[in-house]
């Protein structure tokens, strides 16, 4: 059992900065950052392999940064320069296995943290 707990949303103007953190009881193989709208989806926002290896969904490549600390099993997503679309609540996940967009493919969850960026 992986236990998730993110930390450091809350509300920024557009063009802003927030930093993101995932207090992990353990590292499995993928950590991900996925968001939710209001009535939309659930997405992938940025992926980290147990090899370091990152990806990022097309919308906020350039932008958003993923990052981990295996030591202190930590897990963060720097986000800057953001806008409106990206209001949503953002989740830490964990997968044994898989390393990928179908978020029900993923075995641990956090609760959620709330981001909201105003124009």
């Known amino acids: 059992q992986v236990r998730l707990v993110e930390s450091g949303g809350g509300s920024v103007q557009a063009g802003g900065s927030l930093r993101l953190s995932c207090a992990a009881s353990g590292y499995t193989h993928c950590m991900a950052w996925f968001r939710q709208a209001p009535e939309k989806e659930r997405e992938g926002v940025a992926f980290?392999?147990?090899?370091?290896?990152?990806r990022y969904a097309d919308s906020v490549k350039g932008r958003f940064t993923i990052s981990k600390d295996n030591a202190k099993n930590t897990l963060w997503l720097q986000m800057n320069s953001l806008k409106p679309e990206d209001t949503a609540m953002y989740y830490c996940?964990?997968?044994?296995?898989?390393?990928?967009?179908?978020?029900?493919?993923?075995?641990?969850w956090g609760q959620g943290t709330q981001v909201t960026v105003s124009s």
């Open positions: 996940a964990t997968s044994h296995w898989y390393c990928g967009n179908a978020h029900s493919l993923y075995n641990y």
């Open positions: 980290i392999g147990s090899d370091g290896r990152t």
